[in-house]
């Protein structure tokens, strides 16, 4: 059914490059073709229930400062609404994902059979949107850091009860998402971490979270989930230390457990910000590791130093991102999701439609320039160029000989290497020319 929220807003269309409207889509057209795929599939965009539609605009200063229809969400009757004015949105859109956590779509309930239930009514509901609107579920996930009962983490408690809570809820997220047709799962550890070592065993605490990960991914198999697992890298916030801090860690983490070649990362931008990397260094990490996954695409603002989750608008960045991707052989599974949300004095239904036309236009700018960048061959001639030394047998030879043969080769040969440029900034002003 449709709702009023949106009653004035009509079908968001492609109106080109030269348009003035604010309301249509300037760079991104579903149908473009670039290499051969067209740019829907490319980008595989998702919006993010929890932000869209859960969010009430809160910030760690004040409270909530939008006012929906569906609120308070506390009842079923406003999540069935809450619902029905979120496919309204994705059909404006013309978004072909979602991607939800079991506590944005369903009211806390007095135990875990009542949540349970809920969300099963839930999923029979979002079962029937998706079906007369075509749209698709890119992931589920599970809250399991927003209650108190989670303060001290999911995996990683100390109190086995609450271990015990969190794992039978996401076997229930994992269920919804499987019978929605899910295309990943993802577990977010919002407050898998610490605050202090003085009330912390780190080593429980990580093995305790690599058995969880390995019951999810024995859970995948028992019940025949074709996705992806994938984990989310999240640095510093809310927990001072956070055990899933970047790319580089989490992977260190899989290997640990034995789950490299199960578990992939769903990276996010503004969390690369937060571990002190840019956005295209995580991906490629992932890449390089063999665990990319899937993207929540926003920003952070640069003066602030939280997550604030803004829609992305800078085009460069965005390139550079999807630059890697492509490179990396594009998605799978995954997608691009809108971890983004509006800012609390946006207040209206139009802000909310309009923010993501503006970050859809801006991933689509990126992806195109990111594609241009790969056709033209320009970084790649460039890296080849700067590695071919490595290329010659003698230098191959070397990786699978020892520190004795290579010295006697160096004496012997009379090597003095003098070092060679970079040309750093030459090749920022070969991006620029595509962005």
């Given amino acids: 059914m449709s709702t009023d929220f949106f009653k004035d807003i009509s079908p968001i269309t492609f109106a080109g490059a030269d348009s003035a409207d604010p309301m249509a889509f300037h760079h991104y057209n579903p149908d473009e073709m670039l290499g051969g795929k067209r740019m829907e599939e490319h980008?595989?965009?998702?919006?993010?229930?929890?932000?869209?539609?859960?969010?009430?605009?809160?910030?760690?200063?004040?409270?909530?400062?939008?006012?929906?229809?569906?609120?308070?969400?506390?009842?079923?009757?406003?999540?069935?609404?809450?619902?029905?004015?979120?496919?309204?949105?994705?059909?404006?859109?013309?978004?072909?994902?979602?991607?939800?956590?079991?506590?944005?779509?369903?009211?806390?309930?007095?135990?875990?059979a009542e949540?349970?239930?809920?969300?099963?009514?839930?999923?029979?509901?979002?079962?029937?949107?998706?079906?007369?609107?075509?749209?698709?579920?890119?992931?589920?996930?599970?809250?399991?850091?927003?209650?108190?009962?989670?303060?001290?983490?999911?995996?990683?408690?100390?109190d086995p009860d609450v271990f015990a809570f969190m794992a039978a809820t996401v076997k229930s997220c994992m269920d919804a998402t499987q019978k929605l047709g899910g295309e990943n799962y993802v577990l977010w550890g919002g407050r898998e971490g610490y605050e202090t070592l003085l009330n912390t065993d780190m080593g429980q605490e990580l093995d305790h979270m690599g058995r969880f990960l390995n019951m999810v991914v024995?859970?995948?198999?028992?019940?025949?989930?074709?996705?992806?697992?994938?984990?989310?890298?999240?640095?510093?916030?809310?927990?001072?230390?956070?055990?899933?801090?970047?790319?580089?860690?989490?992977?260190?983490?899989?290997?640990?457990?034995?789950?490299?070649?199960?578990?992939?990362?769903?990276?996010?931008?503004?969390?690369?910000?937060?571990a002190g990397h840019s956005f295209e260094h995580e991906i490629a990490t992932a890449a390089a590791l063999g665990v990319f996954g899937s993207i929540d695409m926003n920003?952070?603002?640069?003066?602030?130093?939280?997550?604030?989750?803004?829609?992305?608008?800078?085009?460069?960045?965005?390139?550079?991102?999807?630059?890697?991707?492509?490179?990396?052989?594009?998605f799978d599974t995954g997608g691009t999701n809108f971890d983004a949300k509006l800012r609390r004095q946006s207040l209206d239904a139009v802000d909310l439609i309009a923010s993501h036309v503006g970050a859809m236009d801006v991933c689509a700018r990126g992806l195109k320039a990111a594609h241009a960048m790969l056709e033209d061959g320009g970084l790649e001639t460039a890296l080849a160029e700067r590695y071919a030394g490595w290329e010659t047998p003698e230098a191959r030879a070397m990786l699978g000989s020892d520190l004795g043969s290579i010295t006697d080769r160096v004496l012997a040969q009379d090597i003095n290497p003098q070092p060679r440029s970079g040309r750093q900034e030459i090749l920022e002003n070969y991006v620029n020319r595509f962005v």
Avoid at 139 to 150: D, I, L, Q, V
Avoid at 311 to 330: D, R
């Fill in 43 to 112: 980008l595989r965009f998702a919006v993010a229930y929890w932000h869209s539609f859960a969010w009430e605009g809160g910030d760690p200063f004040g409270g909530q400062t939008l006012e929906r229809p569906w609120h308070p969400q506390d009842t079923m009757a406003n999540a069935k609404l809450k619902a029905d004015a979120a496919f309204e949105m994705f059909r404006i859109l013309g978004a072909p994902y979602f991607c939800f956590h079991d506590a944005d779509v369903r009211p806390e309930g007095s135990n875990y």
């Fill in 218 to 274: 024995d859970y995948k198999h028992k019940i025949g989930f074709k996705g992806a697992i994938l984990v989310e890298p999240k640095p510093q916030e809310p927990s001072k230390h956070q055990y899933d801090y970047d790319a580089a860690t989490c992977f260190g983490f899989l290997q640990k457990y034995g789950l490299e070649k199960e578990v992939k990362l769903n990276l996010e931008q503004g969390h690369a910000i937060l």
């Fill in 115 to 158: 949540n349970t239930s809920r969300l099963d009514e839930m999923t029979d509901y979002f079962g029937t949107k998706m079906e007369e609107t075509g749209t698709k579920l890119l992931w589920g996930t599970a809250n399991t850091f927003s209650h108190r009962r989670y303060m001290s983490g999911g995996s990683t408690n100390p």
């Fill in 299 to 330: 920003r952070n603002d640069y003066q602030s130093g939280w997550d604030t989750d803004q829609f992305p608008n800078n085009v460069p960045e965005v390139a550079l991102a999807y630059y890697h991707i492509l490179k990396a052989g594009g």
